[in-house]
């Protein structure tokens, strides 16, 4: 069935680091979203990210269809960058599917 | 910032008392979906709806678990008789027809002791 692999699955980062974060489908996408979940547990969409390259201030997401993988780059890491991040991939079949998210912790 | 509205944000009930859950999708989307976030964070896809009309669903919606989307009124999510592995976050999303692009309320936190 549908799946989506995040890693890693925690990290840690000083402060003003750089971090990379992986999203890989096994199927064929439609569609895929980041989005980062505060402590709360209410969502907020990062980016809605299909295909190419988008970016929005120190954040960068690239989606390459045919290698059924999306990435979430983060530059210049603040604290205030801590929490989870999830993406989710829609394939032609099924409705969007979550990963298991990444728990970003950015420390002073 | 979402506009779509969740109630309630928490509720407590008992094993085997019903739970209810409402969602006001943003305007404009026929597009409902509902998922659960259990304990250890893992997502699951309950159903979704285009209008009144359930697109998909899993198993499990078809047992204790209801949901509707009536038209001029919020969609529901209704447990009949709650468990304990019920307790979990309830994520209420939508989407305009056609797009794969999601938009979440807060989420109901459902407590079954």
């Known amino acids: 069935g549908q799946q989506v692999q995040q890693s890693p699955t925690s990290l840690v980062l000083q402060e003003g680091e750089n971090a990379e974060l992986q999203c890989n489908f096994s199927?064929?996408?439609?569609?895929m979203q980041w989005f980062y979940q505060r402590p709360g547990g209410s969502l907020v969409s990062v980016f809605y990210n299909p295909s190419g390259t988008k970016q929005s201030g120190r954040l960068t997401s690239t989606t390459v269809i045919k290698e059924r993988r999306s990435s979430l780059h983060i530059s210049s890491s603040q604290i205030t960058d801590s929490g989870t991040y999830l993406c989710?991939?829609?394939?032609?079949?099924?409705?969007?599917?979550f990963g298991a998210g990444t728990k970003l912790s950015v420390k002073p | 910032n979402s506009k779509v509205i969740q109630t309630p944000r928490y509720l407590v009930k008992g094993q085997g008392q019903k739970a209810k859950m409402r969602c006001i999708p943003e305007k404009g989307h026929p597009v409902v979906f509902w998922y659960q976030q259990n304990k250890n964070n893992e997502f699951k896809f309950l159903i979704n709806?285009?209008?009144?009309?359930?697109?998909?669903q899993i198993d499990m919606t078809e047992k204790r678990f209801s949901a509707e989307c009536p038209s001029n009124s919020p969609c529901s999510l209704e447990i009949q008789s709650s468990e304990a592995g019920d307790s979990a976050l309830y994520l209420c999303?939508?989407?305009?027809?056609?797009?794969?692009?999601?938009?979440f309320g807060e989420g109901s936190k459902l407590t079954v002791l």
């Open positions: 709806f285009q209008n009144q009309e359930v697109l998909q």
């Open positions: 999303a939508s989407s305009r027809q056609g797009s794969g692009q999601l938009y």
């Open positions: 989710a991939m829609e394939d032609n079949n099924n409705a969007p599917r």
């Open positions: 199927t064929s996408l439609n569609s």
